[in-house]
């Protein structure tokens, strides 16, 4: 394991108080802290090697596409891909959805065909496959989920061309068994593309091992700036893709009647990329595996575990997701009877602790569930059981103001 109290001392802004109270930060699973050292990667890019990548021969620009390509390499090892031009930067795991769904699916899906997605996912990976459906007039089949949001629905006889998934829930914290799925849909005929953002962050993704042909993730969720994100594809399908954006930098010769573009991955990262983005992403990298990707899983089950203790004592509070704490990430979506989770996190500010209410970009899931919105705290590896004890204070202090 680590010490917790060191990891949290990375953290500035950790040490904050709000409203007089000690900041207990737990709506990570909307975005994560930033260490220092994170926070001084970007500032030495801008202060030292700030230029353009990938279009100078002076040294500024040299420096910073070895630091761009250098970060690039570091996310194909961080979760295993065979080779760093399978990795694509992108804004965020939206705009990689979106990205697979203009350039890859715009060649392939034909009107019939199908296009499956469940019923757990997060709008950005519903909305887009559902223009592209509604565009080449073909199917959108939602696989259902149990009641711990586990995918239950078959592939068998489908025939999808696509299956699109998360790998681990933003409300439940199911982690989906990827592999299992990627062999159905192979089977089937069917490509997978894998929502990873709830999970990089949290424990290890070996993306050959999951056998996905599509994965996706943000970096600001994973210690490191917003802005930036990752899409992995399989080089023998990006190959083959056609270009997403076009412009300045993704191009080979352009004439007036025609242009040829550049190898990937350079051919999906039109325009200036994000570059402080990227050596923040690969900073960030490095400070989670000095921690360890499984030191991380552990201390998020030992939180969960302390966390839905207390909880589930708590008249009224209903916690949703998984049983096994194995099976989920760190984070917990509950309800308090008479107390809509809005006003229960305003009263949890007044303490300190950040957390989330509403739906939580997953509409279709909870009115799946039949509830109109929950309340969700998200652990990391900077959380503590004071932070738990913290929330549940609020809890309770909620309940005096609230019920009375």
Not at 137 to 150: H, M, P, Q, R, T
Not at 176 to 184: A, F, V
Not at 331 to 360: C, K, M, N, Q, Y
Request: hydrophobic share 40%.
């Amino acid at each position: 394991m680590f010490d917790v109290a060191k990891v949290k001392s990375d953290f500035p802004i950790l040490s904050r108080e709000i409203n007089g109270k000690k900041l207990s930060y737990l709506d990570n699973a909307a975005t994560s802290q930033k260490p220092q050292v994170v926070i001084d990667a970007i500032n030495n890019f801008y202060k030292n090697h700030n230029a353009n990548v990938h279009r100078g021969v002076h040294t500024l620009s040299e420096e910073a596409t070895a630091m761009y390509e250098e970060a690039r390499e570091k996310v194909a090892r961080f979760i295993n891909a065979r080779h760093p031009e399978e990795i694509i930067f992108t804004k965020g795991t939206t705009e990689a959805v979106n990205l697979v769904a203009y350039s890859w699916g715009r060649k392939n899906i034909k009107k019939g065909d199908t296009i499956a997605v469940t019923e757990i996912e997060h709008h950005s990976n519903i909305i887009p496959w559902q223009i592209l459906a509604k565009e080449k007039n073909a199917n959108l089949k939602v696989l259902s989920i149990d009641e711990e949001g586990f995918v239950t629905g078959s592939l068998q006889g489908l025939k999808p061309k696509i299956v699109a998934v998360s790998h681990a829930s933003n409300v439940l914290g199911t982690i989906q068994e990827i592999k299992d799925i990627s062999r159905e849909a192979h089977l089937e005929g069917a490509l997978v593309f894998v929502d990873g953002a709830q999970a990089v962050p949290h424990m290890k993704v070996d993306v050959l091992s999951l056998d996905c042909d599509f994965y996706a993730f943000s970096g600001h969720k994973m210690l490191s700036p917003m802005g930036i994100g990752v899409l992995y594809v399989k080089k023998e399908i990006l190959e083959n893709m056609e270009p997403y954006q076009v412009g300045g930098g993704m191009i080979k010769e352009v004439f007036f009647d025609r242009a040829t573009y550049a190898d990937i991955p350079g051919r999906f990262e039109a325009g200036t990329p994000n570059v402080s983005g990227a050596v923040g992403l690969g900073a960030g990298i490095d400070y989670l595996n000095r921690i360890g990707m499984e030191n991380i899983s552990e201390h998020e089950v030992g939180l969960l575990n302390y966390s839905l203790a207390k909880l589930n004592l708590v008249p009224g509070l209903k916690t949703y997701g998984p049983t096994d704490v194995k099976r989920r990430t760190g984070l917990i979506a509950f309800t308090l009877e008479g107390i809509h989770p809005h006003d229960l996190a305003s009263v949890l500010d007044t303490e300190g602790v950040a957390i989330r209410s509403g739906h939580h970009c997953t509409m279709p899931l909870h009115n799946k569930l039949k509830i109109p919105a929950t309340a969700r705290a998200s652990f990391y590896l900077y959380n503590t059981k004071e932070d738990v004890d913290a929330l549940l204070y609020g809890i309770e202090k909620a309940e005096r103001i609230l019920k009375r």
